[in-house]
T-cell receptor, first 112, second 115 residues
Framework: AQSVTQPDIHITVSEGASLELRCNYS??????LFWYVQSPGQGLQLLLK??????LVQGIKGFEAEFKRSQSSFNLRKPSVHWSDAAEYFC??????????FGTGTSLTVIP | GAVVSQHPSRVICKSGTSVKIECRSL??????MFWYRQFPKQSLMLMAT?????????EQGVEKDKFLINHASLTLSTLTVTSAHPEDSSFYIC???????????FGPGTRLTVT
């Protein structure tokens, strides 16, 4: 069965520091992978997605993610975090019928 | 990007009453809309998928008679929580599919509190 695991419930980083959010998936076929960000009062916004090809994917707001099939991972990274990046981040895998399976999310706090 | 709105953003209702949540795609036509439920500190759980003009497809464990979904037009889907109980209190999120694979635009969510 498909599943997505985000091991870190909450992460705190200093502004300007680098960030890595972990995501592991379980999927029988080649996965379609996504990262979304959820800010209060706003809908989930797509940061980036991986369908095929280059395993290092660039997204919006300076985020990138790397697909590692051997590790079943799709970790999200950003070299320098800004205070406005504080939000909830969700990893998701695409399933049949254009549906998503979401992870439980990682809450990011950015301290000055 | 495309905009999806939800109304109301917050609603409080008494136990036993029904409440309707609207989801609108403002600048595109959505043949498919999805309804999710999100518990605090938990993932988004897909409740149902609705296609315009046809009956919704509910996920296993979701009560069809409690969560009525109507997708009457290409820009509007509604979720009605019937005979609401406190355990129905949750954050409900809709998304609208553009037709491209896995391209969904999410609404800001509706916080339902049943007292």
């Amino acid at each position: 069965a498909q599943s997505v695991t985000q091991p870190d419930i909450h992460i705190t980083v200093s502004e300007g520091a680098s960030l890595e959010l972990r995501c592991n998936y379980s999927y029988g076929a080649t996965p379609y992978l996504f990262w979304y960000v959820q800010s209060p009062g706003q809908g989930l916004q797509l940061l980036l997605k991986y369908f095929s090809g280059d395993t290092l994917v660039q997204g919006i707001k300076g985020f990138e993610a790397e697909f590692k099939r051997s590790q079943s991972s799709f970790n999200l990274r950003k070299p320098s975090v800004h205070w406005s990046d504080a939000a909830e981040y969700f990893c998701a895998v695409g399933a049949s019928g254009n549906q998503f399976y979401f992870g439980t999310g990682t809450s990011l706090t950015v301290i000055p | 990007g495309a905009v999806v709105s939800q109304h109301p953003s917050r609603v409080i209702c008494k136990s036993g009453t029904s409440v309707k949540i609207e989801c609108r795609s403002l600048d595109f036509q959505a043949t498919t809309m999805f309804w999710y439920r999100q518990f605090p500190k938990q993932s988004l759980m897909l409740m149902a998928t609705s296609n315009e003009g046809s009956k919704a497809t509910y996920e296993q464990g979701v009560e069809k008679d409690k969560f009525l979904i109507n997708h009457a037009s290409l820009t509007l889907s509604t979720l009605t929580v019937t005979s609401a109980h406190p355990e129905d209190s949750s954050f409900y999120i809709c998304s609208a599919g553009s037709g491209r694979r896995y391209e969904q635009y999410f609404g800001p969510g509706t916080r339902l509190t049943v007292t």
